[in-house]
């Protein structure tokens, strides 16, 4: 079984900064991509950033050049580095990432419980 565990959600007035955490743990042999989704209410998911194992980034165009994705592999965690924040950046976001659990096994995505960010105006 695999776990991911978000950390680092909160509450911050508009212009501040956030960073989010998330750990994978259990039975992986390997992490391909991992990356960050948000979910406002009344609205769907939508993909706010991803890293690959090589560290290839790609970001939705409403945070480009305001949040960083990065990841350390030995820890299997992967962070999100939220800087000017707006109130339209409130929502619940999710980790989600691409693994195997052995080798030659099939990738299959896994996904957090999500953790909160409110940013008020």
């Known amino acids: 079984q695999v776990q991911l565990v978000e950390s680092g959600g909160g509450l911050v007035q508009a212009g501040g900064s956030l960073r989010l955490s998330c750990a994978a743990s259990g039975s992986i042999f390997e992490i391909n991509a991992m990356g960050w989704y948000r979910q406002a209410p009344g609205k769907q998911r939508e993909l706010v950033a991803t890293i690959s194992s090589d560290a290839n980034t790609h970001y939705a165009d409403s945070v480009q050049g305001r949040f960083t994705i990065s990841r350390d592999n030995a820890k299997n965690t992967v962070y999100l580095q939220m800087n000017s924040l707006k109130p339209e950046d409130t929502a619940v976001y999710y980790c989600?990432?691409?693994?195997?659990?052995?080798?030659?096994?099939?990738?299959?995505?896994?996904w957090g419980q999500g953790t909160q960010v409110t940013v008020s105006s």
């Open positions: 989600q990432s691409s693994l195997r659990r052995r080798r030659y096994g099939p990738l299959l995505d896994s």
